[in-house]
T-cell receptor
């Protein structure tokens, strides 16, 4: 069974601060996705990384896939209150069939 | 593109009754859809994988006779919670497989069983 552990589980920061969320596994994944979910809504795909060592940037968000494709990180620069939500990483075996979801990181950005 | 809808967005039912939740891929065909359950502030728990034209594959511990899944077309999968009990109250989310790697999620259905 492939497991993905996210840390921290909860994070509360002030607006303008930087933060990093980690997603770690002992298994190798062919791809890794990051999603953000707001209360009462479904997760929204932020990014997909597929190459070991890959770095993708989405405005203030930087995503990195580990060289061994076992871990990933999400870094947010100058957090805004609109970044508040549940961040989920999900690893895939190489197709869209059966993603393994991480435990989630609940981020709260305070004004 | 890649829009997935769910209906209803919330439902309240009495204990012992059944409730059906629909999941539709609006602008693409999805041979595979997934059903998840989520408890407050927790991650998604995969319940079953729904394949068009064939029986669903259920995860360990999920009762297939209680959570009936039908995927009769390339754009529609349904989850029926039969003989619902209060412990079935939860947030149910479906997703549809996109290209090689992604899943696209519906907005979820809040089920409350009284």
């Amino acid at each position: 069974t492939q497991l993905l552990e996210q840390s921290p589980q909860f994070l509360s920061i002030q607006e303008g601060e930087n933060l990093t969320v980690y997603c770690n596994s002992s298994s190798v994944f062919s791809s890794l996705q990051w999603y953000r979910q707001e209360p009462g809504e479904g997760p929204v795909l932020l990014v997909t990384v597929v190459t070991g060592g890959e770095v993708k940037k989405l405005k203030r968000l930087t995503f990195q896939f580990g060289d061994a494709r076992k871990d990933s990180s999400l870094h947010i620069t100058a957090a805004q209150t609109g970044d508040t939500g549940l961040y989920l990483c999900a690893g895939g075996p190489g197709s869209a069939r059966q993603l393994t979801f991480g435990s989630g990181t609940q981020l709260t950005v305070l004004p | 593109g890649a829009v997935v809808s769910q209906h209803p967005s919330w439902v309240i039912c009495k204990s012992g009754t059944s409730v059906k939740i629909e999941c539709r891929s609006l602008d693409f065909q999805a041979t595979t859809m997934f059903w998840y359950r989520q408890f407050p502030k927790q991650s998604l728990m995969l319940m079953a994988t729904s394949n068009e034209g064939s029986k669903a594959t259920y995860e360990q511990g999920v009762e297939k006779d209680k959570f009936l899944i039908n995927h009769a077309s390339l754009t529609l999968s349904t989850l029926t919670v039969t003989s619902a009990h209060p412990e079935d109250s939860s947030f149910y989310i479906c997703s549809a497989a996109g290209t090689d790697y992604e899943q696209y999620f519906g907005p979820g259905t809040r089920l409350t069983v009284t």
